[in-house]
């Protein structure tokens, strides 16, 4: 699961926009997935894995929408200055500084462009790209048909072409 953490970490993040919300549900995503499936081959665990994340994504957000219109009256804190625990640590990895700028400017863009598609495409492009699932993990994990995340990625791939050019 370590290998899964990061990257299920963007997906949450992605998915709720805040950092402490996103760890959270990867933290309780893993936790049932081992309570519930440890007896499973572990091949079978990243569909298992990124179903629990969805549910509980999906999940987050109802109870966002009840919360939201219970605490209308109330103003919450700030959270612009919340810092990102996954994206504070560091990176053995790490190229130098003049190669970082031009990265840092591309993953921006594309973090943007991410943020502005429809939740099942973000879903449907982020578990066929960055966890490589395949057709059939993929539409286990979002809970839909093999023809419902062909759509969904191609949609995906085609607005966020457009918006960022053939070449990124």
């Not at 402490?20 to 997935?33: G, T």
């Not at 549910?55 to 219970?70: K, L």
């Not at 057709?135 to 093999?146: D, F, K, L, V």
Request: aromatic share 8%; proline share 5%.
């Amino acid at each position: 699961m370590k290998d899964v953490e990061r990257r299920a970490f963007r997906i949450a993040r992605y998915s709720t926009g805040d950092p402490d919300e996103a760890l959270d549900l990867v933290q309780d995503a893993m936790l049932k997935l081992v309570r519930s499936y440890a007896d499973k081959a572990a091949a079978e665990w990243p569909p298992l894995f990124y179903r629990i994340l969805d549910n509980g994504i999906t999940d987050w957000y109802r109870r966002r929408a009840v919360r939201g219109s219970v605490m209308s009256l109330y103003q919450g804190a700030d959270d612009s200055q919340r810092l990102d625990p996954v994206e504070a640590a560091a990176d053995p990895a790490e190229p130098g500084p003049e190669n970082r700028a031009g990265a840092d400017q591309a993953l921006g863009m594309l973090d943007d462009a991410l943020g502005r598609l429809p939740e099942r495409q973000r879903q449907a492009f982020l578990l066929r790209m960055l966890e490589d699932l395949s057709t059939e993990q993929t539409a286990t994990a979002m809970g839909c048909s093999t023809g419902s995340v062909k759509t969904h990625y191609f949609r995906a791939l085609k607005a966020l072409r457009e918006e960022l050019g053939e070449a990124w």
